[in-house]
């Protein structure tokens, strides 16, 4: 970006700003996401051994190999985030399988459960629930997360600043952030974001296809199922009666599109994988019973109301610099 366009850009986006503002929402975005046609997933952690004997899950590996294309490639060196005196780059890690990050957006998670007296292990395959109101779309203040009418929640990485909001209002801290790469190398790379937010987004061109996710096709065990939302929670519910089981998803941060079954309560999961944390950061997820959606709250909304000003401008810039791209 020149020195012009980038003075340009400013303009717009100062003569613009109040107006961006003023119309900026972070709530709800309504009904609109309880497609009928919505799809969905239905785990069964009974079927899922991590496929043993195999260095890495074929899931896992079916999703780098779909997704490789898209995967950051950063500019070196890469600046600290302002004021900030770190940056985060998973860039020379980008083998790492073992947790979520920008070149690995589903693990399988194996923990050892005491349960009834006898001691179990669970493995359990992570990534982005795909909520039915995510606070991650609600809280974005540029719009680059969205709920999509066929179920996924999916980022554009190219609205994207990294801001990494999205992570601290999910309960599951699912996307993971890189560094070096998005708009805001263009706009203020030395001031205003951190990157791009990555992760699952339930390969919704496959389904536009009419094709399941290549994790789906993957699975030796066949213990993940894809279909329509509503007939996956029916599936669930039925499995759970079948092996006097429980499930997970339905109603954790106010319902979701993936849904879980296990033998073993997720209490007791959500408890082992606390106390065998490797690090207790984003990335490897416990699973927290009756998850809210932060956003819901008086301080979700104290918060999205700090940011909506802010975002205004900015977003006001985006609009600017994408204008003078040529893309609106």
Not at 56 to 64: E, G, I, K, L
Not at 178 to 184: D, R, S, T
Not at 212 to 225: E, G, L, R
């Amino acid at each position: 970006m020149t020195d012009v366009s980038r003075r340009t850009f400013f303009r717009r986006a100062i003569a613009s700003g109040v107006a961006g503002a003023g119309v900026l929402t972070l709530g709800p975005k309504g009904p609109a996401f309880a497609d009928a046609d919505a799809v969905g997933t239905m785990i069964d952690l009974t079927r899922c051994d991590g496929c043993a004997g195999e260095q890495t899950p074929r899931c896992v590996s079916a999703c780098r190999q779909k997704n490789q294309s898209r995967f950051p490639e950063p500019q070196k060196p890469i600046e600290n985030y302002w004021p900030q005196n770190k940056h985060e780059d998973w860039s020379d890690k980008r083998q790492v399988t073992n947790r979520l990050t920008p070149y690995n957006w589903t693990y399988v998670q194996k923990v050892t459960v005491q349960h009834e007296g006898k001691e179990q292990d669970v493995y359990v395959p992570r990534r982005c629930m795909h909520c039915d109101n995510p606070p991650c779309a609600d809280i974005c203040p540029f719009s680059a997360q969205t709920k999509k009418p066929e179920g996924p929640v999916v980022i554009d990485k190219d609205l994207c600043f990294g801001g990494a909001k999205c992570r601290d209002v999910c309960p599951w801290g699912i996307p993971a952030r890189q560094a070096g790469v998005g708009l805001y190398m263009k706009v203020l790379p030395k001031y205003a974001g951190g990157g791009v937010m990555y992760k699952c987004d339930l390969c919704i061109d496959r389904i536009r296809r009419g094709e399941s996710p290549a994790c789906v096709d993957a699975c030796p065990n066949k213990a993940i199922s894809f279909g329509k939302k509503s007939e996956m929670l029916a599936k669930a519910q039925e499995r759970a009666r079948q092996i006097g089981g429980h499930i997970y998803g339905e109603k954790e941060n106010g319902g979701t599109s993936t849904f879980y079954v296990s033998a073993v309560p997720f209490e007791a999961i959500d408890r082992a994988m606390k106390e065998q944390a490797v690090d207790g950061k984003p990335g490897r997820p416990a699973m927290p019973v009756n998850a809210k959606n932060i956003m819901d709250s008086a301080n979700g909304k104290v918060t999205g109301m700090m940011i909506a000003p802010v975002a205004g401008v900015i977003a006001a810039g985006v609009v600017a610099y994408r204008t003078m791209k040529g893309e609106e």
